[in-house]
């Protein structure tokens, strides 16, 4: 393993840890405070929402004035939302939280993914490193989910340790307890990244003012390259629709699981499905590698049957009504989906330059808050009116004609000249 995926692995693996701690009981939270279905959809909307505007222009702002000052600010900025999600308790006040949430989530976007590649590749260049694309995104993936599964493991924990805590003062609810132990968390881990991670080798301005003023001109030329490049367009396209679909299973599964299980005396188990969830993500993005050489790099094709049998287990997920059926489409669809990550993020990245890669990234997240913003409102109001097997049955509809874009022809070109790529990293290793 080299130094920077080492470096790069121990934050990515605390920071998704992090994540963990407050993912698996995040809508819990929201329900618990009075929220209805339809007003956390509308919460998920403004969190998108922010992240939509701010997005671009904050991946332009890492590439001026530098990718790791960039993400300490962000983080420092969500360390405030961490404040809002244990005080507020009202409708109000959670949307101010939900915006600023979205603010720290796009200065932090397309930051660290965005270093590690440009560290890599310089690995790369000087002989030392022995990772194709595909294969240092399924390393960086799987330190991911890594972090995340034992940040679930405390989810399901901390709110039945502390329940003495929780159950005496009106101060700090059940689920609230994750939040407040996020606080000295992030504290740390600020200090933890400013230890490790080297900053960007990239010619940077030392003035945000005047990493701001460059934004603009900057962020023209970015949208030009977009324009310029099929494949980066075709791919943008996918992740909005990627998002859509993504959302209602993330928004939704929790208030199901709830309704077969009594929720409050099971907290552990909300955890232990996220912990198992985020091993089997790690799973898949371990298996994507002989995949991918089974396929011969060609990624389109891999991803093509990966998404496919995404969408059957989703409407297969939709009909199930004990715990057990509904756990294992649950396990399955994450192992199955762990495995799509790495193949699509090694086309996206081979299609970017250096010098614009904080911010393609954050163009990409663009794209993906946009599909999560409208899959929010959309699987919110077909849950509210009809039921969450109709939202899945939309989202599994929507995952299947995404794949369409994959036998385009500008996709098809872009896989054969990236898989004899791949194939000479191969030999060359």
Known sequence: MSATLKRFGIVISAISGIQ????????????????????????????????????????????????????LLGESVLLFAIFGFWLADSFAALALVMALNGIGTALISGTLDALFVEKHNEEVVNGEGTLNTQQSQAAFGTFQAAGLAIGSILAGVIPLVFEPISSGTELIGFYEMNV?????????????????????????????RESAVAIKPFFIDTLQKIKGSQVIVLLLVME??????????EQLWQPRFADLIDAKSSTW?????????????????????????????????????????????LLLFAFQNSVGGFVLCFMTLALVGGATMSPFMAMFHESVEEEHRSTMLSAKSMFMQGGIMVGAVTAGALAANYDIKTAWLAAAAILIFSTLFYLLPPIKEFSRSLAAKERSRDRDS
Do not use: C, W
Not at 32 to 45: F, H, Q, R, S, Y
Not at 180 to 202: D, K, N, R, W
Not at 290 to 310: D, N, T
């Open 240 to 249: 909005f629709m990627g998002g859509v679909a993504a959302i209602s299973i």
């Open 20 to 71: 963990g701690v407050i993912a698996p009981v995040l809508y819990l939270l929201l329900l618990d405070k009075g929220i209805t279905l339809m007003e956390v959809g509308i919460l998920l909307a403004i969190l998108t929402g922010f992240g939509l505007v701010f997005e671009v222009p904050f991946g332009t702002l890492a590439d001026n004035f530098g990718r790791k000052r960039v993400f």
């Open 269 to 313: 188990a909300f955890g232990l499905i996220f912990t198992v969830n985020f091993v089997l993500v790690a799973i898949g993005q371990g298996l994507s590698v002989p995949l991918g050489k089974l396929f011969r790099h060609r990624y389109p094709e891999m991803l093509l049957v990966l998404e496919l049998v995404v969408a059957g287990l």
């Open 180 to 208: 407040v132990v996020l606080i000295p968390l992030v504290v740390l881990h600020l200090a933890l990244t400013g230890f490790l991670i080297p900053e960007s080798g990239l010619e940077l301005s030392n003035s945000i």
